[in-house]
């Protein structure tokens, strides 16, 4: 009888010998039950927080430059959300503040050197609400971001579009003003606070701490509905002029969310908060910016499923175009992620070849609900943590345990092989 080849298996076999070296150096070997070994020079860390509260993820470049992508703070009932992780005891931010000063650890770090917002809605910045503690350091409550900042200092803190939000997306609710007030607190101290700057190659640069192999970008694709054109740092709206249109289709702001396009060496990695790309079955076809943005980015090897995998997020084309090797869903929510959503992420038809999809917490009434697909997912509740070696050729993906902070390993998966050519 013949043996079935797994392909990931006879990629990694047939690479170079120093990207089998770059993996045996870089932190890779780590089984279940152990701790994950500490970020090294070099490796290029994205963990994506499980706190069952929102999205946040911590990336660590190869040379020790931080950044923070979100820190969000619901505070839904347990009955559509899931439960707080590790526990109720602290709120999210503080448990993603002390997070991310934990991995800082590894690269002598105890600041952050950028946090990114992707939009102002709760499950990204924080909810605040009557229980939420006032800031001794500005005129602001304690809630997912300003929780983190009381916990880590924060050099650059950039969103997408301070000072003026503009449109029709007033910020009149609790969680929106109160995240701006931080944003003008930090300003008044002379803190940096910057708008995203679509197009821009070097807003999120290395700060050159330590010296790396091979080259790594963040490139800024989308934000405000405007979409870089992959020239130059030139861009293109999505959205058509306000006046043009009916108050219900006003562009809101999960349309609004940023996104970005890590690249190290050929390994690629795509996020853009909550943006989505349904159009009312092509009635409003601009509202589909999540595509556009997906086509700035072109081929990946890591993809985040935007908006939590919600029935308006990936399209076909998205999954099309961006064709990762894994999948991550940051889900918190009884309806993420989609059934639909599962089905494109898993369908050989978008694309060919052997995919891995996570999610870090996913209800237990989801999983019954959406069986046929979530009993695919390789996790269903953890920190999922991609690792990139030296130089970006190879890379793992660890699930970790989100019940406490020992940062133990439930699972392993990889190495695989970076396919993705830099553009």
Not at 13 to 25: D, I, R, S
Not at 81 to 94: K, Q
Not at 411 to 420: E, I
Request: charged share 20%; with cysteine.
């Amino acid at each position: 009888m013949k043996s079935k080849i797994n392909r990931r298996s006879f990629l990694f076999a047939m690479a170079a010998a120093p990207l089998a070296a770059a993996v045996q150096q870089a932190g890779f070997s780590v089984t279940a039950g152990a701790r994950l070994t500490p970020w090294q020079p070099g490796n290029l860390d994205i963990h994506h927080i499980a706190t069952g509260r929102g999205n946040s993820t911590f990336i660590l470049m190869p040379d020790g430059t931080s950044l923070l992508i979100d820190a969000g703070a619901t505070a839904d009932a347990l009955d559509v959300s899931f439960h707080p992780r590790p526990n109720a005891e602290r709120r999210p931010g503080e448990w993603i503040g002390r997070y991310v000063l934990r991995h800082l650890r590894a690269a002598n770090r105890s600041s952050l050197d950028y946090l990114m917002v992707t939009h102002l809605h709760p499950d990204h910045i924080g909810e605040v609400t009557d229980t939420s503690p006032p800031s001794a350091q500005g005129p602001y409550k304690l809630t997912g971001i300003t929780d983190v900042a009381e916990i880590v200092p924060i050099d650059t803190l950039i969103d997408r579009a301070f000072p003026n939000y503009g449109g029709p997306l007033g910020q009149t609710a609790s969680f929106a003003q109160n995240y701006v007030a931080y944003a003008k607190s930090r300003v008044s101290k002379g803190l940096r606070v910057e708008r995203f700057r679509v197009g821009s190659g070097d807003q999120f640069h290395p700060r050159g701490y330590r010296e790396v192999p091979g080259t790594f970008g963040i490139r800024n694709l989308v934000a405000n509905g405007e979409v870089w054109t992959g020239v130059g740092e030139q861009a293109k709206a999505m959205f058509p002029p306000l006046d043009t249109l009916a108050p219900r289709d006003f562009p809101n702001e999960n349309m609004c969310s940023t996104g970005i396009r890590l690249r190290y060496g050929d390994f690629g990695y795509f996020t853009a908060g909550d943006l989505t790309s349904y159009t009312y079955d092509g009635d409003l076809p601009w509202r589909d910016v999540l595509t556009a943005a997906a086509r700035a980015a072109g081929p990946v090897d890591v993809a985040t499923a935007d908006h939590h995998g919600l029935f308006d997020g990936l399209s076909a084309d998205t999954v099309r175009i961006l064709k990762p090797q894994a999948w991550v869903i940051p889900t918190w929510h009884i309806s993420q992620p989609d059934i639909l959503q599962l089905e494109r992420m898993f369908s050989e038809r978008l694309y060919p070849g052997p995919r891995d999809v996570f999610a870090t917490t996913v209800m237990h009434e989801n999983l019954l609900a959406n069986s046929r697909l979530t009993k695919r997912l390789r996790s269903n509740d953890g920190h999922i943590v991609v690792r990139v070696a030296p130089g970006g050729g190879v890379f793992s993906i660890f699930v970790t345990d989100n019940g406490d902070e020992e940062d133990r390993v439930k699972l392993s998966t990889g190495p695989y092989v970076s396919t993705r050519k830099a553009g």
